[in-house]
Protein backbone atom coordinates (compact mmCIF):
# COMPACT_ATOMS: atom_id res chain seq x y z
CA UNK A 1 0.00 0.00 0.00
CA UNK A 2 2.74 2.59 1.36
CA UNK A 3 5.55 3.67 -1.49
CA UNK A 4 3.11 2.93 -4.67
CA UNK A 5 2.89 5.69 -6.40
CA UNK A 6 1.03 6.75 -10.00
CA UNK A 7 1.99 9.96 -9.68
CA UNK A 8 3.69 11.52 -12.86
CA UNK A 9 6.41 14.32 -13.07
CA UNK A 10 5.77 16.67 -15.61
CA UNK A 11 8.89 18.36 -17.35
CA UNK A 12 8.77 22.09 -18.37
CA UNK A 13 10.43 24.41 -20.97
CA UNK A 14 9.99 28.14 -21.04
CA UNK A 15 9.90 28.98 -24.19
CA UNK A 16 9.61 33.06 -23.30
CA UNK A 17 9.13 35.15 -20.18
CA UNK A 18 8.64 38.53 -19.92
CA UNK A 19 6.86 40.77 -16.95
CA UNK A 20 3.37 40.45 -18.41
CA UNK A 21 3.50 36.75 -20.66
CA UNK A 22 4.85 33.40 -20.53
CA UNK A 23 5.00 30.74 -23.42
CA UNK A 24 5.83 27.57 -21.98
CA UNK A 25 5.34 23.42 -22.44
CA UNK A 26 4.08 21.30 -20.04
CA UNK A 27 5.01 17.46 -20.72
CA UNK A 28 4.50 13.96 -19.47
CA UNK A 29 1.01 15.07 -17.92
CA UNK A 30 -2.80 15.10 -19.09
CA UNK A 31 -5.44 17.59 -20.46
CA UNK A 32 -7.04 17.60 -16.35
CA UNK A 33 -3.83 18.79 -14.87
CA UNK A 34 -3.25 20.99 -17.51
CA UNK A 35 -7.34 22.47 -18.09
CA UNK A 36 -7.20 22.63 -14.39
CA UNK A 37 -4.16 24.95 -14.17
CA UNK A 38 -5.72 27.21 -16.93
CA UNK A 39 -8.90 27.21 -14.82
CA UNK A 40 -7.26 28.37 -11.43
CA UNK A 41 -4.99 30.44 -13.26
CA UNK A 42 -8.29 32.41 -14.57
CA UNK A 43 -10.62 32.10 -11.36
CA UNK A 44 -8.75 31.65 -8.82
CA UNK A 45 -5.63 33.13 -8.04
CA UNK A 46 -6.27 35.77 -5.92
CA UNK A 47 -5.39 39.89 -6.66
CA UNK A 48 -6.20 42.87 -4.62
CA UNK A 49 -9.38 44.62 -6.80
CA UNK A 50 -11.39 48.06 -5.62
CA UNK A 51 -14.37 46.83 -4.25
CA UNK A 52 -15.61 49.43 -2.13
CA UNK A 53 -16.11 52.76 -2.81
CA UNK A 54 -17.39 56.58 -0.81
CA UNK A 55 -18.00 58.86 -3.04
CA UNK A 56 -17.72 62.38 -1.41
CA UNK A 57 -18.13 64.40 -4.94
CA UNK A 58 -18.99 63.62 -8.18
CA UNK A 59 -19.66 66.28 -10.37
CA UNK A 60 -18.74 64.21 -13.57
CA UNK A 61 -20.55 62.83 -16.93
CA UNK A 62 -20.38 59.34 -15.02
CA UNK A 63 -22.74 58.16 -12.54
CA UNK A 64 -21.44 57.19 -8.82
CA UNK A 65 -21.40 53.12 -9.41
CA UNK A 66 -20.86 53.56 -13.23
CA UNK A 67 -17.13 54.95 -11.65
CA UNK A 68 -17.42 52.83 -8.70
CA UNK A 69 -17.41 50.15 -11.47
CA UNK A 70 -14.54 51.48 -13.50
CA UNK A 71 -12.19 51.56 -10.26
CA UNK A 72 -12.88 47.75 -9.70
CA UNK A 73 -11.81 46.95 -12.97
CA UNK A 74 -8.22 48.56 -12.68
CA UNK A 75 -5.76 46.29 -12.44
CA UNK A 76 -3.69 46.89 -8.85
CA UNK A 77 -0.46 45.17 -8.21
CA UNK A 78 -1.09 42.13 -6.39
CA UNK A 79 2.55 40.39 -4.88
CA UNK A 80 1.07 41.12 -1.68
CA UNK A 81 -2.24 39.04 -2.02
CA UNK A 82 -1.28 35.41 -1.63
CA UNK A 83 -0.27 36.46 2.03
CA UNK A 84 -3.11 38.51 2.74
CA UNK A 85 -6.69 37.58 4.18
CA UNK A 86 -9.78 37.46 2.27
CA UNK A 87 -11.96 40.17 4.51
CA UNK A 88 -14.78 37.72 5.27
CA UNK A 89 -12.55 35.72 7.34
CA UNK A 90 -10.66 38.57 8.45
CA UNK A 91 -10.51 38.27 12.69
CA UNK A 92 -8.75 41.78 12.97
CA UNK A 93 -11.82 43.52 11.39
CA UNK A 94 -14.95 41.19 12.55
CA UNK A 95 -15.49 41.47 8.86
CA UNK A 96 -15.77 44.76 8.51
CA UNK A 97 -12.98 44.45 5.84
CA UNK A 98 -11.12 47.60 6.47
CA UNK A 99 -7.92 46.63 8.21
CA UNK A 100 -4.30 46.79 6.90
CA UNK A 101 -4.89 42.75 6.82
CA UNK A 102 -7.42 42.54 4.77
CA UNK A 103 -7.67 45.97 2.75
CA UNK A 104 -6.16 48.73 0.99
CA UNK A 105 -7.02 52.55 1.45
CA UNK A 106 -7.14 54.48 -1.82
CA UNK A 107 -7.98 58.68 -2.50
CA UNK A 108 -8.76 60.38 -5.36
CA UNK A 109 -9.68 64.06 -5.42
CA UNK A 110 -9.40 65.77 -8.46
CA UNK A 111 -11.07 69.27 -9.96
CA UNK A 112 -10.85 70.75 -13.17
CA UNK A 113 -10.03 74.69 -12.74
CA UNK A 114 -8.92 75.23 -16.49
CA UNK A 115 -11.28 75.10 -20.60
CA UNK A 116 -9.34 72.37 -20.82
CA UNK A 117 -10.32 68.75 -20.37
CA UNK A 118 -8.92 67.12 -17.41
CA UNK A 119 -8.27 62.95 -17.49
CA UNK A 120 -8.69 61.23 -13.99
CA UNK A 121 -6.57 58.47 -14.36
CA UNK A 122 -5.31 55.92 -11.82
CA UNK A 123 -1.94 58.00 -11.72
CA UNK A 124 -4.69 60.20 -10.05
CA UNK A 125 -5.00 57.22 -6.92
CA UNK A 126 -3.40 57.84 -4.18
CA UNK A 127 -2.61 54.62 -1.66
CA UNK A 128 -2.35 53.77 1.53
CA UNK A 129 0.33 50.83 0.99
CA UNK A 130 3.04 51.60 -1.72
CA UNK A 131 3.43 48.08 -2.68
CA UNK A 132 -0.28 47.74 -3.95
CA UNK A 133 -0.81 50.59 -6.71
CA UNK A 134 -2.45 50.54 -9.97
CA UNK A 135 -0.37 48.83 -12.60
CA UNK A 136 2.14 51.11 -14.91
CA UNK A 137 2.06 50.11 -18.25
CA UNK A 138 5.36 52.52 -18.89
CA UNK A 139 7.98 51.61 -21.00
CA UNK A 140 10.70 51.33 -18.05
CA UNK A 141 13.31 52.59 -20.77
CA UNK A 142 11.85 55.18 -21.89
CA UNK A 143 11.95 57.77 -18.90
CA UNK A 144 11.00 60.45 -20.62
CA UNK A 145 7.50 59.67 -22.24
CA UNK A 146 4.75 61.91 -21.69
CA UNK A 147 2.23 59.66 -23.31
CA UNK A 148 1.87 57.64 -20.39
CA UNK A 149 -0.97 58.89 -18.04
CA UNK A 150 -2.17 55.92 -16.44
CA UNK A 151 -5.94 54.20 -17.34
CA UNK A 152 -8.39 56.73 -17.83
CA UNK A 153 -11.45 56.78 -15.11
CA UNK A 154 -13.31 59.91 -16.40
CA UNK A 155 -12.87 63.10 -17.91
CA UNK A 156 -13.73 65.90 -16.53
CA UNK A 157 -14.47 70.09 -17.82
CA UNK A 158 -14.60 73.19 -15.92
CA UNK A 159 -15.71 73.17 -12.42
CA UNK A 160 -16.10 69.34 -12.18
CA UNK A 161 -15.15 67.52 -9.42
CA UNK A 162 -14.34 63.87 -8.30
CA UNK A 163 -13.71 63.21 -4.68
CA UNK A 164 -13.95 59.44 -3.37
CA UNK A 165 -12.26 57.07 -0.87
CA UNK A 166 -12.11 53.63 -2.23
CA UNK A 167 -11.29 49.94 -0.32
CA UNK A 168 -8.92 47.61 -2.19
CA UNK A 169 -9.50 43.95 -1.20
CA UNK A 170 -8.45 40.59 -1.83
CA UNK A 171 -10.74 38.06 -4.25
CA UNK A 172 -10.25 35.81 -6.85
CA UNK A 173 -12.06 35.52 -10.20
CA UNK A 174 -14.81 33.11 -9.59
CA UNK A 175 -16.19 36.37 -7.07
CA UNK A 176 -16.22 39.17 -10.02
CA UNK A 177 -13.59 38.98 -12.95
CA UNK A 178 -12.07 42.42 -11.59
CA UNK A 179 -10.06 39.87 -9.39
CA UNK A 180 -8.70 37.69 -12.07
CA UNK A 181 -5.13 38.35 -12.55
CA UNK A 182 -5.18 36.25 -16.16
CA UNK A 183 -5.99 38.52 -19.00
CA UNK A 184 -5.45 35.52 -21.14
CA UNK A 185 -4.94 31.59 -20.47
CA UNK A 186 -4.54 29.07 -23.35
CA UNK A 187 -2.97 25.81 -23.93
CA UNK A 188 -2.99 23.64 -26.95
CA UNK A 189 -2.06 20.15 -27.46
CA UNK A 190 1.21 19.97 -29.35
CA UNK A 191 0.50 18.77 -32.86
CA UNK A 192 2.65 16.24 -34.51
CA UNK A 193 2.61 16.34 -38.44
CA UNK A 194 3.99 13.29 -40.66
CA UNK A 195 3.73 13.90 -44.39
CA UNK A 196 3.85 11.02 -46.62
CA UNK A 197 6.61 11.55 -48.84
CA UNK A 198 5.73 9.10 -51.37
CA UNK A 199 2.59 9.68 -51.75
CA UNK A 200 3.37 13.84 -51.73
CA UNK A 201 5.80 13.10 -54.95
CA UNK A 202 2.70 12.53 -56.78
CA UNK A 203 1.60 15.81 -56.76
CA UNK A 204 2.63 18.03 -59.16
CA UNK A 205 3.93 21.28 -58.11
CA UNK A 206 1.00 23.07 -59.15
CA UNK A 207 -1.05 20.81 -56.87
CA UNK A 208 1.63 21.24 -54.05
CA UNK A 209 1.08 24.72 -53.75
CA UNK A 210 -2.70 24.24 -54.11
CA UNK A 211 -2.81 21.91 -51.20
CA UNK A 212 -0.13 23.89 -48.93
CA UNK A 213 -2.20 27.34 -50.12
CA UNK A 214 -5.31 25.42 -48.20
CA UNK A 215 -3.89 25.47 -44.80
CA UNK A 216 -5.67 28.76 -43.30
CA UNK A 217 -2.49 29.26 -41.17
CA UNK A 218 0.89 29.01 -42.92
CA UNK A 219 1.96 25.45 -41.68
CA UNK A 220 3.57 24.63 -44.80
CA UNK A 221 5.89 25.25 -47.49
CA UNK A 222 7.27 24.74 -50.57
CA UNK A 223 10.71 24.23 -50.68
CA UNK A 224 12.95 23.93 -53.70
CA UNK A 225 15.80 21.89 -52.80
CA UNK A 226 18.60 21.41 -55.49
CA UNK A 227 20.79 18.11 -55.36
CA UNK A 228 23.21 16.02 -57.22
CA UNK A 229 21.55 13.15 -58.33
CA UNK A 230 22.90 9.93 -59.30
CA UNK A 231 23.37 9.61 -63.76
CA UNK A 232 21.64 5.80 -63.05
CA UNK A 233 18.26 7.04 -62.66
CA UNK A 234 18.34 10.51 -64.38
CA UNK A 235 20.84 9.81 -66.30
CA UNK A 236 18.81 10.73 -69.77
CA UNK A 237 19.00 13.62 -71.73
CA UNK A 238 16.60 17.05 -70.19
CA UNK A 239 17.23 20.25 -70.95
CA UNK A 240 19.51 22.90 -69.10
CA UNK A 241 18.46 25.22 -67.06
CA UNK A 242 19.72 26.54 -63.84
CA UNK A 243 18.27 26.82 -60.42
CA UNK A 244 17.81 28.91 -57.93
CA UNK A 245 17.92 27.78 -54.37
CA UNK A 246 15.70 29.91 -51.94
CA UNK A 247 13.06 30.65 -54.92
CA UNK A 248 11.01 28.67 -57.05
CA UNK A 249 12.27 30.88 -59.90
CA UNK A 250 13.67 29.19 -63.30
CA UNK A 251 14.45 31.60 -65.70
CA UNK A 252 16.87 29.84 -68.36
CA UNK A 253 16.35 28.21 -71.11
CA UNK A 254 14.30 25.25 -69.88
CA UNK A 255 12.58 22.45 -72.06
CA UNK A 256 8.90 23.53 -72.01
CA UNK A 257 7.69 20.06 -72.12
CA UNK A 258 8.73 19.71 -68.49
CA UNK A 259 7.31 22.84 -67.41
CA UNK A 260 3.87 22.29 -69.06
CA UNK A 261 3.73 18.92 -66.84
CA UNK A 262 4.80 21.38 -64.15
CA UNK A 263 6.58 18.50 -62.58
CA UNK A 264 8.33 18.99 -59.48
CA UNK A 265 11.29 17.57 -60.40
CA UNK A 266 13.41 18.53 -62.63
CA UNK A 267 16.85 17.91 -63.63
CA UNK A 268 19.79 20.30 -65.08
CA UNK A 269 23.10 19.14 -66.26
CA UNK A 270 26.16 21.57 -65.27
CA UNK A 271 29.26 20.51 -65.38
CA UNK A 272 28.66 17.58 -66.85
CA UNK A 273 27.45 16.77 -63.25
CA UNK A 274 23.44 15.59 -63.11
CA UNK A 275 21.21 18.50 -60.56
CA UNK A 276 17.58 17.36 -59.81
CA UNK A 277 15.58 20.74 -58.43
CA UNK A 278 13.01 19.32 -55.88
CA UNK A 279 9.90 21.17 -54.56
CA UNK A 280 9.70 19.70 -51.60
CA UNK A 281 6.66 20.04 -49.09
CA UNK A 282 8.04 21.18 -45.50
CA UNK A 283 6.18 21.44 -42.20
CA UNK A 284 7.53 25.31 -41.30
CA UNK A 285 5.54 26.07 -37.98
CA UNK A 286 3.53 22.59 -37.05
CA UNK A 287 1.80 24.78 -34.06
CA UNK A 288 0.09 27.48 -36.76
CA UNK A 289 -2.01 24.40 -37.03
CA UNK A 290 -5.18 25.07 -36.01
CA UNK A 291 -6.77 21.40 -36.10
CA UNK A 292 -9.08 22.62 -38.67
CA UNK A 293 -8.55 20.17 -40.50
CA UNK A 294 -8.52 22.14 -43.91
CA UNK A 295 -5.15 20.15 -45.06
CA UNK A 296 -6.91 17.20 -44.78
CA UNK A 297 -9.99 17.68 -46.34
CA UNK A 298 -8.06 19.40 -49.09
CA UNK A 299 -5.79 16.31 -49.58
CA UNK A 300 -9.23 13.99 -49.73
CA UNK A 301 -10.53 16.19 -52.80
CA UNK A 302 -7.95 15.93 -54.30
CA UNK A 303 -8.22 11.97 -54.62
CA UNK A 304 -4.88 11.53 -51.97
CA UNK A 305 -6.35 10.79 -48.32
CA UNK A 306 -3.38 10.26 -46.29
CA UNK A 307 -0.98 12.66 -47.52
CA UNK A 308 -0.65 13.84 -44.18
CA UNK A 309 -1.00 12.40 -40.71
CA UNK A 310 -1.60 14.86 -37.80
CA UNK A 311 -2.09 13.64 -34.55
CA UNK A 312 -2.65 15.81 -31.15
CA UNK A 313 -0.24 14.36 -29.12
CA UNK A 314 -2.14 13.95 -25.43
CA UNK A 315 0.64 14.34 -22.72
CA UNK A 316 2.55 17.64 -24.21
CA UNK A 317 0.39 21.27 -23.93
CA UNK A 318 1.86 24.46 -25.51
CA UNK A 319 0.67 26.94 -22.67
CA UNK A 320 0.30 30.70 -23.17
CA UNK A 321 -0.27 33.15 -20.34
CA UNK A 322 -0.86 37.02 -19.98
CA UNK A 323 -0.94 38.83 -17.16
CA UNK A 324 -3.44 42.08 -16.50
CA UNK A 325 -0.15 43.29 -14.31
CA UNK A 326 -1.23 42.73 -11.36
CA UNK A 327 1.34 39.72 -10.92
CA UNK A 328 3.91 38.42 -13.05
CA UNK A 329 3.25 35.78 -15.63
CA UNK A 330 5.51 33.54 -14.01
CA UNK A 331 4.25 34.25 -10.59
CA UNK A 332 0.50 33.45 -11.86
CA UNK A 333 1.51 30.15 -13.01
CA UNK A 334 3.48 29.46 -9.72
CA UNK A 335 0.70 30.71 -7.76
CA UNK A 336 -1.66 28.73 -9.71
CA UNK A 337 0.20 25.39 -8.68
CA UNK A 338 -0.03 26.05 -5.02
CA UNK A 339 -3.63 27.35 -5.21
CA UNK A 340 -3.96 24.12 -6.84
CA UNK A 341 -2.66 22.48 -3.64
CA UNK A 342 -4.39 23.96 -1.00
CA UNK A 343 -7.36 22.70 -2.48
CA UNK A 344 -6.44 19.74 -2.75
CA UNK A 345 -5.39 19.80 0.55
CA UNK A 346 -8.99 21.09 1.57
CA UNK A 347 -10.67 17.65 -0.15
CA UNK A 348 -9.00 15.32 1.82
CA UNK A 349 -10.84 13.10 3.78
CA UNK A 350 -11.23 14.49 7.66
CA UNK A 351 -10.32 12.08 10.81
CA UNK A 352 -13.85 11.69 11.89
CA UNK A 353 -14.81 10.66 8.24
CA UNK A 354 -12.66 8.02 8.23
CA UNK A 355 -13.08 7.18 11.79
CA UNK A 356 -17.32 6.64 11.16
CA UNK A 357 -16.41 4.52 8.28
CA UNK A 358 -14.15 2.08 10.07
CA UNK A 359 -16.51 1.01 12.52
CA UNK A 360 -19.39 0.62 9.68
CA UNK A 361 -16.74 -1.67 8.08
CA UNK A 362 -16.28 -3.81 10.74
CA UNK A 363 -19.88 -3.88 11.25
CA UNK A 364 -20.54 -4.76 7.78
CA UNK A 365 -17.93 -7.75 8.12
CA UNK A 366 -20.21 -8.15 10.81
CA UNK A 367 -23.07 -8.82 8.67
CA UNK A 368 -21.55 -10.34 5.99
CA UNK A 369 -19.58 -12.95 7.96
CA UNK A 370 -22.77 -13.87 10.02
CA UNK B 1 -33.15 40.45 -6.03
CA UNK B 2 -33.05 36.83 -4.36
CA UNK B 3 -30.47 36.02 -5.95
CA UNK B 4 -27.77 34.15 -3.83
CA UNK B 5 -24.41 35.94 -2.81
CA UNK B 6 -21.42 35.23 -5.23
CA UNK B 7 -19.52 34.10 -2.45
CA UNK B 8 -22.05 31.29 -2.08
CA UNK B 9 -19.94 29.53 -4.71
CA UNK B 10 -16.95 28.64 -3.24
CA UNK B 11 -17.42 29.91 0.62
CA UNK B 12 -18.54 26.27 2.34
CA UNK B 13 -21.46 27.34 4.91
CA UNK B 14 -20.79 26.84 8.67
CA UNK B 15 -21.85 23.40 9.76
CA UNK B 16 -21.25 21.91 6.14
CA UNK B 17 -18.20 19.16 5.90
CA UNK B 18 -16.37 20.43 2.47
CA UNK B 19 -16.03 16.03 2.07
CA UNK B 20 -18.86 13.36 2.90
CA UNK B 21 -18.66 9.83 1.97
CA UNK B 22 -21.60 7.71 1.88
CA UNK B 23 -20.72 3.73 1.26
CA UNK B 24 -22.92 1.92 -1.74
CA UNK B 25 -25.25 0.09 0.16
CA UNK B 26 -25.47 -2.97 -2.77
CA UNK B 27 -21.72 -3.06 -4.22
CA UNK B 28 -19.37 -3.65 -1.76
CA UNK B 29 -15.57 -1.24 -2.67
CA UNK B 30 -17.91 1.33 -4.12
CA UNK B 31 -18.76 4.64 -2.56
CA UNK B 32 -19.63 8.46 -3.28
CA UNK B 33 -17.93 11.33 -1.96
CA UNK B 34 -19.67 14.50 -2.30
CA UNK B 35 -17.16 17.28 -2.07
CA UNK B 36 -18.42 20.64 -1.22
CA UNK B 37 -18.10 23.77 -3.29
CA UNK B 38 -15.74 22.41 -5.90
CA UNK B 39 -16.35 21.64 -9.57
CA UNK B 40 -14.72 20.68 -12.53
CA UNK B 41 -11.04 22.00 -11.68
CA UNK B 42 -10.55 19.40 -9.23
CA UNK B 43 -13.41 16.77 -10.12
CA UNK B 44 -11.95 16.07 -13.46
CA UNK B 45 -8.34 15.68 -12.09
CA UNK B 46 -9.00 13.48 -9.33
CA UNK B 47 -11.30 11.05 -11.46
CA UNK B 48 -8.75 11.19 -13.93
CA UNK B 49 -5.67 10.61 -11.34
CA UNK B 50 -8.31 7.93 -9.85
CA UNK B 51 -8.16 5.87 -13.87
CA UNK B 52 -3.98 5.66 -13.41
CA UNK B 53 -4.98 3.22 -10.34
CA UNK B 54 -5.43 -0.22 -11.95
CA UNK B 55 -7.54 -0.98 -8.44
CA UNK B 56 -9.99 1.49 -9.48
CA UNK B 57 -13.09 -0.30 -11.41
CA UNK B 58 -14.71 3.25 -12.01
CA UNK B 59 -14.60 6.37 -11.32
CA UNK B 60 -16.68 9.46 -12.18
CA UNK B 61 -17.81 12.86 -11.15
CA UNK B 62 -20.86 14.81 -11.50
CA UNK B 63 -21.41 18.33 -10.84
CA UNK B 64 -25.41 17.58 -10.40
CA UNK B 65 -26.36 21.16 -11.15
CA UNK B 66 -25.08 24.54 -12.15
CA UNK B 67 -26.82 26.15 -8.68
CA UNK B 68 -25.60 23.25 -6.27
CA UNK B 69 -22.08 24.37 -5.58
CA UNK B 70 -20.74 20.60 -4.90
CA UNK B 71 -20.14 18.07 -7.24
CA UNK B 72 -20.13 14.24 -6.32
CA UNK B 73 -17.06 11.50 -6.92
CA UNK B 74 -18.25 8.19 -7.05
CA UNK B 75 -15.66 5.11 -6.91
CA UNK B 76 -15.88 1.41 -7.33
CA UNK B 77 -12.74 -0.91 -6.68
CA UNK B 78 -11.38 -4.61 -6.71
CA UNK B 79 -11.45 -5.98 -3.07
CA UNK B 80 -7.68 -5.04 -3.46
CA UNK B 81 -8.37 -1.89 -2.51
CA UNK B 82 -11.06 0.36 -1.32
CA UNK B 83 -12.89 3.64 -2.41
CA UNK B 84 -11.28 5.61 0.69
CA UNK B 85 -7.81 4.15 -0.14
CA UNK B 86 -7.82 5.00 -3.75
CA UNK B 87 -9.28 8.42 -2.79
CA UNK B 88 -6.52 9.12 -0.81
CA UNK B 89 -3.76 7.26 -2.78
CA UNK B 90 -5.08 9.56 -5.91
CA UNK B 91 -4.91 13.26 -3.38
CA UNK B 92 -1.49 12.19 -2.10
CA UNK B 93 -0.67 11.57 -6.01
CA UNK B 94 -1.66 14.47 -7.32
CA UNK B 95 0.36 16.50 -4.43
CA UNK B 96 3.59 15.14 -5.70
CA UNK B 97 2.97 16.01 -9.19
CA UNK B 98 2.63 19.74 -8.17
CA UNK B 99 5.69 19.57 -6.26
CA UNK B 100 7.11 18.68 -9.00
CA UNK B 101 5.76 21.04 -11.51
CA UNK B 102 6.27 23.47 -8.99
CA UNK B 103 9.83 23.22 -8.47
CA UNK B 104 10.16 22.55 -12.43
CA UNK B 105 8.65 25.96 -13.34
CA UNK B 106 10.77 27.43 -10.10
CA UNK B 107 14.11 26.68 -11.23
CA UNK B 108 13.61 27.03 -15.09
CA UNK B 109 12.32 30.31 -14.06
CA UNK B 110 15.59 31.24 -12.02
CA UNK B 111 17.60 29.64 -14.56
CA UNK B 112 15.94 31.99 -17.07
CA UNK B 113 16.46 35.02 -14.66
CA UNK B 114 19.77 34.80 -14.03
CA UNK B 115 20.82 33.79 -17.24
CA UNK B 116 19.21 37.18 -19.09
CA UNK B 117 20.56 39.13 -15.96
CA UNK B 118 24.01 37.64 -16.98
CA UNK B 119 23.64 38.36 -20.72
CA UNK B 120 22.65 42.45 -19.83
CA UNK B 121 25.21 42.98 -17.53
CA UNK B 122 27.45 41.58 -20.34
CA UNK B 123 26.11 43.59 -22.86
CA UNK B 124 26.81 46.96 -20.82
CA UNK B 125 30.35 45.95 -20.16
CA UNK B 126 30.71 45.64 -24.15
CA UNK B 127 29.02 48.61 -24.88
CA UNK B 128 31.23 50.58 -22.04
CA UNK B 129 34.47 49.54 -23.08
CA UNK B 130 33.34 50.04 -26.71
CA UNK B 131 32.55 53.81 -25.80
CA UNK B 132 35.57 54.24 -23.82
CA UNK B 133 37.59 52.82 -26.59
CA UNK B 134 36.02 55.01 -29.06
CA UNK B 135 36.89 58.01 -26.51
CA UNK B 136 40.49 56.84 -27.14
CA UNK B 137 40.49 56.71 -29.91
CA UNK B 138 39.21 59.95 -30.95
CA UNK B 139 41.44 61.64 -28.28
CA UNK B 140 44.61 60.23 -29.94
CA UNK B 141 43.74 61.63 -32.74
ZN1 LIG C 1 -9.56 42.81 8.22
Same mark, same amino acid.
Given at each position: ????????????????????????????????????????????????????????????????????????????????????????????????????????????????????????????????????????????????????????????????????????????????????????????????????????????????????????????????????????????????? #????? $? *? @???????????? %? &???????????????????????????????????????????????????????????????????? #????? $? *? @???????????? %? &????????????????????? | ?????????????????????????????????????????????????????????????????????????????????????????????????????????????????????????????????????????????
Amino acid at each position: MEGVSYARMPRVKIRELKDDYAKFELRDTDASIANALRRVMIAEVPTIAIDLVEIEVNSSVLNDEFIAHRLGLIPLTSERAMSMRFSRDCDACDGDGQCEFCSVEFHLRVKCMTDQTLDVSSKDLYSSDHSVVPVDFSDPSNHESSDNRGIIIVKLRRGQELRLRAIARKGIGKDHAKWSPAATVTFMYEPEIHINEDLMETLTLEEKREWVDSSPTRVFEIDPVTQQCSLLNYGFGYALF #SAFIG $N *A @IVNSVHNSKLLS %L &SSSRIISRTNSKEWCLTFIVMVVDAEAYTYDDEVLKKAEAMGKPGLVEIIARQDSFIFTVESTGAIKA #SQLVL $N *A @IEILKQKLDAVR %L &SEDTVEADDQFGELGAHMRGG | MNAPDRYERFVVPEGTKKVSYERDTKIINAASFTIEREEHTIGNILRMQLHRDPNVLFAGYKLPHPLQYKIIVRIHTTSQSSPMQAYNQSINDLDREFDHLKNAFEVKCVFLLFFEQYICKFYDIIITGLLVYLGILLNIE
